[in-house]
């Protein structure tokens, strides 16, 4: 069964209904095959082989019996920010180690209810803060196209589990580019939806205003199908919108032609690496050739969107982070001798430096003094940046560009630079910041490693979004392209 981990989902799917093999059968050869890999890739942190055999067994029963949805026994990976009830979900922290969810996240309920198999929980930056992998307590994941490279962050382990193929799909999370710049460094597609389009119940929190769940795949098609499960309306969660469920795949094969695609100058600056440069060029030419019509255009508040991203999500941190206090649920420190111990020493050991540094960062800009001056002036940038995409969506259908302004660097380059670290975020922040979708997917290699180009659309036009993709992927191979490096035992 080697060449089906090279399938599509669809691929996967048709196997399914045909009988040529059984859920069973799949789910194991996914298994046996993290068991190999794995200690190579570091991308999971919980495997749950039991379960997933016994979910399998399941959606053999549904295809046996005609009741199958379309994800009915295709395996999965989640990011282990998604509460899944009685597994470890660590969220990549030492804080939440021991803690075992007592209820389902609606993504992961939604899953189980569409059928889906959950192979395990990937690794991720701790509290999903970081660019790189490097901020879990269980070590990064690596890049599969490169071992001493990272794989991106936070949600770099369904990245690295999606390129390796040890998943066909993986949900993510993205509160600044975590589902995009991961993809993109990795190889792979991945869609970060518009903000409240899935549902955040069970979600950990890092920056409530700007997180958003979202898949993870290999193509623009298989984005559809996983999409087309775990969005919709859930009553508990208030930031979620009251659209219902929808099929994303529908619209897939609609022509492209006469949509017109804005190029946003500021992405094409002094600071994006000359080949990727050249990679995004042809990119946005190919789309041309499908018909599609290009304009420049400027969003002029780019420079302020990450200052302004780490100001607000930090700020956003330092109150979510405040439930960690070594009371009611995760690390504890022994033998506290006060009420004040108990809260300091926890949360010393339970915290790594980045998740400390934002809490700092975070409290500093919501004290009384600074709020004026970085807190609110924060938001009204924000709704500068906000009014940059409506103007500029008035004129253009989609805005291309890089997902990242370089490939994904070697481990340990930026441990001691934070501040560089964050600059990668420079051209995916400002769609969290919006609350757009937007979608990053391969477009070419730099130095043998992938290349990402990011496309943004309008408000919930995440059918039309994924229609341009997948246009640009039959008419290429850059998402088909696998790695060839020895990976595990």
């Not at 379309?70 to 021991?98: E, H, Q, W």
Request: proline share 4%; net charge neutral.
């Amino acid at each position: 069964m080697h060449d089906v981990i090279l399938s599509t989902v669809s691929a996967l799917k048709e196997g399914l209904l045909s009988k040529k093999y059984s859920s069973v059968e799949l789910t194991t050869e996914y298994l046996d095959r993290i068991k190999t890999i794995d200690s190579s890739t570091n991308s999971f942190i919980t495997v749950c082989e039991e379960a997933a055999l016994r979910q399998a067994a399941r959606a053999d029963e549904l295809i046996k019996q005609g009741k199958a949805g379309i994800l009915t026994g295709i395996p999965y990976a989640n990011k282990d920010i998604f509460c899944t009830k009685n597994v470890r979900t660590t969220c990549g922290s030492k804080m939440l180690d021991n803690f075992i969810a007592p209820y389902n996240a609606t993504v992961v309920e939604k899953c189980m209810d569409a059928g889906m198999v959950m192979l395990g929980k990937t690794n991720m930056d701790e509290f999903a803060m970081g660019s790189s992998n490097e901020t879990s307590f269980y070590g990064r994941a690596k890049n599969p196209w490169d071992l001493t490279r990272v794989s991106g962050g936070s949600s770099g382990g369904s990245a690295t589990a999606v390129a390796a193929r040890l998943a066909p799909l993986a949900t993510g999370s993205d509160t600044g580019g975590s589902i995009r710049q991961p993809s993109a460094f990795c190889g792979i597609s991945g869609l970060k939806p518009t903000y409240g389009r899935v549902s955040r119940y069970g979600m950990i929190a890092f920056g409530s205003s700007l997180d958003q769940g979202g898949p993870m795949a290999h193509c623009v098609e298989d984005l559809a199908l996983l999409l087309s499960v775990i969005a919709g309306h859930d009553h508990r969660d208030s930031t979620s919108n009251k659209r219902g469920p929808e099929n994303f795949c529908r619209h897939l094969n609609k022509s492209v032609k006469n949509k017109v695609i804005g190029i946003p100058k500021e992405y094409f600056s002094n600071n994006l690496n000359p080949e990727i440069h050249l990679i995004i060029d042809e990119a946005i030419k190919h789309i041309e050739k499908l018909g599609a019509k290009i304009k420049d255009v400027s969003l002029p508040s780019t420079s302020l969107v990450v200052p302004t991203y780490y100001v607000l999500a930090s700020a956003e941190c330092s109150s979510n982070m405040s439930r960690y206090d070594g009371v009611r649920f995760g690390h504890r420190c022994e033998d506290p001798n006060s009420i004040e111990d108990l809260y300091e020493r926890s949360r010393a050991e339970g915290f790594g430096d980045e998740v400390k540094r934002r809490i700092l960062m975070g409290t500093y800009a919501l004290s009384s003094g600074y709020y004026d001056a970085y807190y609110e002036k924060a938001q009204k940038i924000r709704r500068l940046v906000k009014n940059d995409y409506i103007s500029v969506f008035k004129d253009v259908d989609f805005l291309i560009g890089p997902t990242c302004p370089s490939i994904a660097f070697h481990a340990e380059t930026f441990t001691h630079d934070p501040v560089q670290m964050y600059l990668s975020d420079v051209y995916t922040v400002s769609a969290n910041l919006a609350g757009l979708p937007s979608l990053s997917l391969p477009a070419g290699f730099s130095q043998g490693m992938p290349v990402g180009m990011q496309i943004t659309g309008n408000y919930f036009r995440e059918s039309e979004l994924l229609s341009l993709g997948h246009a640009y992927q039959t008419n290429t191979d850059w998402h088909n392209r696998y790695t060839t490096q020895k990976l595990g035992k």
